[in-house]
């Protein structure tokens, strides 16, 4: 792709597409998940919640629509490793909401979760910036 090239390829813009709705879906799950401790639900499968490859966007990262090269690149490492590290904060939100915990568990997620959700989109948004081309400002 030329530099300043506006054109996407049909295969870059389907990932950037899938990018979108995946942040899209973990907007989605967070808000379930704020809901479940709200709700002190017991009986929530823990397991599920920690399966970072279980999650619609999860099954997306780890599924057969990415190539070798793409599960290869620093973009597709990083989101993965913060997304694994978001999942496993969860559990222990849920964790300690089941445990009757509530104070804890608000901390953990109106803190480090946001802050890790953050994180997560922003490296979301970077790995579609590089599949489109665009040049980052260097600071």
């Not at 704020?34 to 966007?57: K, P, T």
């Not at 804890?104 to 489109?132: F, K």
Request: charged share 20%; glycine share 8%; with cysteine.
């Amino acid at each position: 792709m030329l530099q300043g090239d506006t054109r996407v390829d049909n295969k870059t813009g389907d990932k950037v597409g899938d990018l979108e709705q995946a942040i899209a879906a973990h907007v989605h799950w967070m808000t379930l998940l704020r809901q479940a401790v709200l709700d002190a639900v017991s009986g929530i499968d823990v397991e599920s919640i920690a399966a970072h490859n279980q999650c619609e966007f999860g099954k997306w990262l780890h599924g057969p629509g990415l190539t070798p090269d793409d599960r290869l690149t620093d973009d597709h490492l990083e989101v993965r490793r913060v997304h694994a590290e978001f999942h496993g904060l969860a559990r222990r939100i849920v964790e300690l909401a089941a445990a009757g915990q509530m104070a804890e568990a608000y901390t953990l997620l109106y803190g480090e979760y946001m802050t890790l959700s953050g994180r997560l989109v922003l490296a979301m948004r970077a790995w579609q910036t590089n599949l489109l081309g665009i040049r980052q400002p260097t600071q």
